[in-house]
């Protein structure tokens, strides 16, 4: 059945202009393989699918890179009713070659995906705790194998939206070995889930910056802040910026700031060659 979509949309393909095509390889997760008929001239990024952990996921790389190089990994975890993109360009216009992967949500959830089936918008329930965990330890067995298929300057760095955010920080303090760096956006880690003894000053643990919207109506930014408050107080290395305005979004600002402080997280890994550490 598959192959069979793929040929009408070869046919298709030739008839509907430019503009269509880019909104087809930007939002159809199903055709966003390594197809050289889908890949545009003007197109700076390498893209190829593949499965991880139960897991569907796309890979992005730079298209002027050798396939198999060495690279930083940043992992995007998209929101609740979203998908992975198919970018054709550096995400985030981030000023360095970098390995992206978009892995997709486990369930349907409108015209998209979804890694928990129901909203944290009224906070913890056995639902939501329970597919978070779920969705958590997915995540950090992909990691692995994306690890072990593509080598990887240093930890991973994860960035996440919503429900993405969640399971960033979520990330951040239950599989601190496994990544460097998180940037939740309009995210929350339940309190349930947030380690309650101090850190270890001896350990590694995993750098947060968590960016909120501060009129956002589906996730309070007073719980994120809350909780990253009291793991900072406990010697966790956590950050918290809210814009004012901002609804449950990633806004203009926020992206910047996003690009400054991943930047920032890529200059802080290992030289090639050396595996990551990271405070």
Same mark, same amino acid.
């Given at each position: 059945?598959?192959?069979?979509?793929?040929?009408?949309?070869?046919?298709?393909?030739?008839?509907?202009?430019?503009?269509?095509?880019?909104?087809?390889?930007?939002?159809?997760?199903?055709?966003?393989?390594?197809?050289?008929?889908?890949?545009?001239?003007?197109?700076?990024?390498?893209?190829?699918?593949?499965?991880?952990?139960?897991?569907?996921?796309?890979?992005?790389?730079?298209?002027?890179?050798?396939?198999?190089?060495?690279?930083?990994?940043?992992?995007?975890?998209?929101?609740?009713?979203?998908?992975?993109?198919?970018?054709?360009?550096?995400?985030?216009?981030?000023?360095?070659?970098?390995?992206?992967?978009?892995?997709?949500?486990?369930?349907?959830?409108?015209?998209?995906?979804?890694?928990?089936?129901?909203?944290?918008?009224?906070?913890?329930?056995?639902?939501?705790?329970?597919?978070?965990?779920?969705?958590?330890?997915?995540?950090?067995?992909?990691?692995?194998?994306?690890?072990?298929?593509?080598?990887?300057?240093?930890?991973?760095?994860?960035?996440?939206?919503?429900?993405?955010?969640?399971?960033?920080?979520?990330?951040?303090?239950?599989?601190?070995?496994?990544?460097?760096?998180?940037?939740?956006?309009?995210?929350?880690?339940?309190?349930?889930?947030?380690?309650?003894?101090?850190?270890?000053?001896?350990?590694?643990?995993?750098?947060?910056?968590?960016?909120?919207? #501060?009129?956002?109506?589906? +996730? /309070?930014? $007073?719980?994120? %802040? !809350?909780?990253?408050?009291? @793991?900072? =107080?406990?010697?966790?290395?956590?950050?918290?910026?809210?814009?004012? #305005?901002?609804?449950?979004? +990633? /806004?203009? $600002?926020?992206? %910047? !700031?996003?690009?400054?402080? @991943?930047? =920032?997280?890529?200059?802080?890994?290992?030289?090639?060659?050396?595996?990551?550490?990271?405070?």
């Amino acid at each position: 059945m598959q192959h069979i979509r793929l040929r009408m949309f070869r046919r298709q393909l030739i008839r509907i202009p430019l503009l269509a095509t880019l909104y087809v390889l930007a939002t159809s997760f199903g055709l966003s393989q390594a197809d050289p008929e889908l890949a545009l001239p003007d197109s700076t990024m390498r893209l190829s699918r593949g499965f991880a952990a139960g897991l569907e996921f796309i890979v992005a790389e730079p298209a002027d890179v050798p396939e198999g190089a060495e690279l930083p990994m940043v992992v995007y975890i998209h929101g609740r009713g979203d998908m992975p993109p198919a970018p054709t360009d550096t995400p985030f216009g981030v000023d360095a070659q970098v390995r992206w992967i978009f892995p997709r949500g486990p369930a349907r959830s409108g015209d998209g995906y979804a890694w928990m089936p129901v909203s944290a918008h009224h906070g913890e329930s056995p639902e939501l705790l329970r597919a978070l965990d779920e969705s958590s330890r997915a995540l950090s067995e992909a990691m692995m194998e994306w690890r072990r298929r593509y080598p990887t300057r240093g930890l991973p760095i994860v960035v996440g939206f919503s429900q993405g955010g969640m399971l960033a920080m979520d990330l951040a303090v239950t599989q601190e070995s496994a990544i460097s760096h998180a940037f939740p956006i309009a995210g929350w880690l339940p309190p349930s889930r947030a380690p309650r003894r101090a850190a270890d000053p001896y350990a590694m643990h995993v750098n947060v910056l968590a960016l909120h919207g #501060g009129a956002d109506p589906i +996730l /309070s930014p $007073a719980r994120t %802040e !809350r909780t990253l408050r009291a @793991l900072s =107080a406990l010697g966790y290395p956590m950050r918290f910026e809210m814009f004012d #305005g901002v609804e449950h979004e +990633l /806004s203009v $600002a926020m992206r %910047e !700031r996003l690009k400054m402080e @991943l930047e =920032a997280a890529l200059e802080e890994l290992p030289e090639s060659g050396h595996e990551a550490g990271h405070s």
